[in-house]
């Protein structure tokens, strides 16, 4: 992938359709309708590397730094990208059903109360250390946890089974 700079970007257009989809205008006038926005590095960099994905699978345009859109353009993107990318936060821990796996888990998120089952201890990925997790509980839904030192103790003690 070829990085743009921020004036390849000037000349660019991106509006939602009458069906919601983004269309995108590039500055030579091609035009890509329902692109799909997809990050590069979702967890660890999420404004950096984006890619405007064209219907056919193929990259209609790459933006190595989100800040280099236009706000509008960015709030489309990033609306987009909202829905794409479901991933509840998790506040606390209420209980878990067992320290062995599958384990169902009562937690509290971002939003809302949930419950999720974990298949296996190897469904926690630690990001950046041991403060930062992500944990795809049966069902294929994403959690986060964006630090755990920030956890009530009995959450932590919980979860601490689980490291």
Not at 34 to 50: C, K
Not at 82 to 90: G, L, M, T
């Amino acid at each position: 992938m070829i990085e743009t700079t921020p004036t390849d970007l000037a000349g660019i257009q991106l509006v939602r359709n009458a069906h919601g989809r983004l269309v995108l205008t590039l500055a030579d006038g091609t035009v890509h309708t329902a692109v799909t926005p997809v990050r590069a590095f979702p967890l660890t960099a999420p404004t950096r590397g984006l890619s405007l994905v064209a219907t056919d699978g193929k990259e209609a345009l790459w933006v190595a730094q989100m800040d280099e859109l236009q706000p509008q353009h960015r709030q489309l993107i990033e609306q987009d990208l909202a829905i794409r990318e479901f991933v509840p936060s998790i506040q606390r821990i209420f209980k878990v059903s067992s320290f062995a796996t599958p384990s169902t888990w009562d937690v509290q998120t971002d939003r809302g109360d949930t419950q999720m089952v974990l298949k296996a201890e190897e469904d926690i990925r630690k990001l950046q250390g041991r403060t930062k997790l992500l944990i795809t509980g049966q069902d294929g839904v994403q959690y986060r946890i964006a630090d755990t030192t920030l956890l009530d103790k009995h959450s932590r003690k919980l979860l601490e089974r689980f490291l």
